[in-house]
């Protein structure tokens, strides 16, 4: 069920990409959107109305203030806001008041002892494959950019909508399903991410586009050497491990929500959901990364 919106998603990322340089994230951005379900998107006045709306959000995100630049998944956040804006005004809403875990008369109670919570997880039965395949998505992303000498390859939009169709073509393969796909193609939006921001926080300075540069502004113009990262060592092994481990995040998060039951009611095909939780799991990896950081400095310099 999953696997139409995702394959459609993919191949029109990667056409506009080939086809038009300079507007690869603009139509992945605009076919998050388009993911959504026609119970979400009645009409073709609505379809249009979502459209312009991701487009404004698009403009007012991404092209012009570059917000959140180098982190995966702000396009999917981005599509994920307008998307929802939409569907408020026709009274929809990702969760329902009445089945809300966090409300008075949910009947899926929600408690943040451990014991609880570990049971939450364990009884979960949508976390280990979308934990999994998060995982696998943004390594087959982060690698397929870092495997290339191409810049037209490297191109983050372009590796992920490359994962983003074989993972749509393979359903049904060795048992891989629709929810693997759609979670390998949100973690194909966390490999996304520039190593330099996921992993050091820090952000990129680069000049503007020139017209036959890659669809991507993280990715400097032609024949402009690519941002250098921190004065620290980083192995290919702790580059595929961290976006191993950020990918999972994401994948988690997905599974979560899914397990609260906040995609299903009152309807399915909720457009940018996977691109949303792929971007909180790279805001809860950069938090555990700054957190881990201010631990061995103040270890460090209490030993010195």
Avoid at 24 to 48: D, H, N
Avoid at 96 to 106: D, G, H, L, N
Avoid at 156 to 180: E, F
Avoid at 233 to 238: A, M, P, Q, R
Wanted: proline share 8%; with cysteine.
């Amino acid at each position: 069920m999953c696997a139409s919106p995702v394959l459609a998603s993919a191949a029109v990322t990667l056409a506009a990409s080939l086809i038009a340089p300079g507007l690869g994230q603009a139509a992945m951005c605009g076919s998050f959107a388009g993911m959504s379900s026609p119970l979400l998107l009645p009409s073709f006045a609505v379809t249009l109305a979502t459209g312009v709306c991701t487009s404004i959000l698009f403009e007012a995100f991404i092209h012009y203030r570059n917000a959140a630049l180098g982190l995966g998944g702000r396009l999917g956040a981005t599509a994920f806001l307008a998307v929802n804006l939409i569907a408020a005004s026709q009274g929809h809403f990702v969760v329902p008041a009445s089945t809300s875990p966090f409300s008075f008369s949910s009947p899926i109670r929600f408690s943040l002892s451990l014991p609880a919570l570990l049971q939450f997880i364990k009884t979960s039965p949508y976390l280990p494959l979308t934990v999994v395949y998060g995982a696998l998505g943004s390594v087959a992303t982060i690698a397929l950019r870092e495997a290339s000498d191409d810049n037209a390859a490297a191109d983050p939009v372009r590796a992920a909508a490359v994962v983003g169709l074989i993972g749509a073509l393979t359903v049904g393969v060795y048992g891989h399903t629709s929810l693997g796909s759609l979670a390998a193609y949100g973690g194909a939006f966390v490999g996304m991410s520039l190593p330099s921001r996921l992993l050091y926080g820090a952000e990129p300075v680069l000049p503007p586009l020139s017209p036959d540069s890659s669809s991507d502004p993280a990715l400097p113009a032609a024949g402009v050497p690519p941002p250098s990262l921190p004065s620290l060592s980083l192995t290919s092994g702790k580059l595929l491990a961290s976006f191993s481990l950020a990918g999972a995040l994401g994948g988690a998060v997905h599974g979560l929500t899914l397990h609260l039951g906040w995609w299903t009611l009152p309807v399915a095909g909720w457009g940018g959901k996977a691109g949303m939780c792929s971007f909180v799991g790279v805001l809860i990896f950069r938090g555990l990364v700054r957190s881990c950081s201010g631990l061995k400095n103040a270890w460090t310099k209490r030993r010195a």
